[in-house]
C-alpha cells in the first residue's frame, strides 16, 4: 500500500471542500468560523446533497429539544432502534459514532440558526427523535 503524506494548507490557501450536503456545509462553516478561504466543489447544481432529501427531519437522542418537551430517550434506544432499521448490517462503530455526537449535531445546528423546535416520531424510532 502506498502511503501518502498530508500537509495542512498555507494561510493564504483555501480549504476545498468536496460536497455540499450538511456534512460538506458544516465544514465549510467551522473553516470559515476560523477565517479560512473556502472552496466547496459539488456534482450538483444545488448545494444540499442528500441532506436536502431528508424531509422528515434530523434525528437524535438526549436533546435540549426532547428534554424540553418532555420526552424520554436515550442513547442506548437509538443505537438499537438504527440496528434494527438496518436489519443489523449497519457497522456498530459508524452507528456509535452517529448516535453519540447526534445531540451535538442539533446544537451546532441551532446555534448555526437553523429551526429545530418539534420533535416527531417517525419510522424505525421507538420513541420521537427527529428533530424539524
Known sequence: MRKTSIQAPAPDEPIIIVGGGLAGLSAALEALSRNAKVIIIDGEK???GNS?????GVSAAETSTQKAMGIEDSRSSFFKDTLSA????????????LVDQSADAIE?????????DDVNLCGGHSTPRTHW
Open 46 to 48: 444545488n448545494l444540499g
Open 108 to 116: 451546532f445546528l441551532k446555534e448555526l440558526g437553523v429551526k429545530l
Open 52 to 56: 436536502a432529501k431528508a424531509s422528515s
Open 86 to 97: 438496518g436489519d443489523h448490517e449497519n457497522n456498530e462503530v459508524l452507528v456509535n459514532i
